[in-house]
């Protein structure tokens, strides 16, 4: 019984910054659409393999935020139904985190590519294809595991283990991608 006092406890702390991170990923989304829309009217040169890789990946955030909206409002309709509440994660979300971390992956690995094209070096790149395959991993291993083994305390220090290598990863390919195209002197206008 305490158990489950506590799980509701941590749940219902979460849900307001759930509910805002949700907001903001919405808002960003629809950024991405809007960047998607100018690389294809913009670049339609590109390789079509590359071409297809921003479709896929706008495919699969399509679906994984549409997941995690309805996994959030499941959430929140439990918690505020007062019924019974546990800690363990609901299918939907168990199912827009695997897909989160497949949709990750491509985007980062668009951007490990034009990180590549721009510095002729294969160190760096490499070293962020490292990170974001054990991310991809990271979450497929969490998204493959059972749904009642899918606890937020028992995997606590594994979401934040995947969440600190996303955030190096992106870092990185941030930092390098913002040195190498100033260092290019492309005629880019900020």
Not at 92 to 110: D, E, M
Not at 117 to 144: D, E, H, N
Request: aromatic content about 12%.
């Amino acid at each position: 019984m305490a158990d489950t006092a506590a799980a509701t406890l941590i749940v219902t702390s979460l849900i307001g910054p759930v509910v805002v991170s949700l907001v903001l990923s919405g808002i960003l989304y629809g950024c991405a659409l809007v960047q998607t829309h100018m690389y294809y009217k913009l670049f339609q040169k590109d390789d079509w393999r590359l071409r297809a890789l921003v479709a896929f990946e706008m495919v699969l955030q399509t679906v994984h935020l549409a997941l995690l909206f309805v996994g959030v409002w499941q959430t929140v309709m439990t918690v505020y139904s007062e019924d019974q509440m546990t800690s363990v994660l609901l299918n939907t979300t168990i199912v827009g985190i695997i897909l989160g971390g497949p949709s990750a992956f491509c985007a980062q690995g668009f951007f490990i590519f034009r990180l590549h094209s721009f510095s002729q070096r294969k160190p760096l790149p490499i070293f962020c294809s490292i990170l974001i395959t054990i991310q991809l991993a990271f979450t497929l291993t969490m998204g493959a595991s059972p749904p009642e083994a899918v606890s937020l305390q028992k995997w606590r220090g594994f979401i934040i283990s995947t969440l600190f290598i996303a955030i190096c990863s992106d870092a990185i390919i941030a930092a390098s991608m913002s040195y190498y195209l100033k260092r290019s002197k492309t005629g880019v206008c900020r």
